[in-house]
């Protein structure tokens, strides 16, 4: 029988949480898990990833 986290169940150190803003740690909730981190940061990145595509596709606002 292991003690060891199951997989993504590692927990996030406590040098590494308290780094996090107070309201993402809320957020994700207790135990603060590595696997939740890396899911935020994810869907983080997709939507600002979009957000820039569109703005590339749309370029500048023109003036009228």
Do not use: C, F, W
């Not at 292991?2 to 994700?28: H, Q, W």
């Not at 869907?43 to 370029?59: W, Y």
Request: charged share 25%; hydrophobic share 40%.
């Amino acid at each position: 029988m292991s003690s060891s986290p199951g997989y993504g169940e590692t927990p996030v150190s406590d040098d590494d949480a308290g780094m996090l803003l107070p309201a993402i740690r809320d957020l994700l909730g207790d135990p603060l898990g590595k696997a939740a981190v890396y899911d935020l940061e994810r869907a983080l990145q997709a939507e600002v990833t979009e957000e820039l595509v569109i703005a590339v596709i749309e370029g500048p606002p023109r003036s009228e």
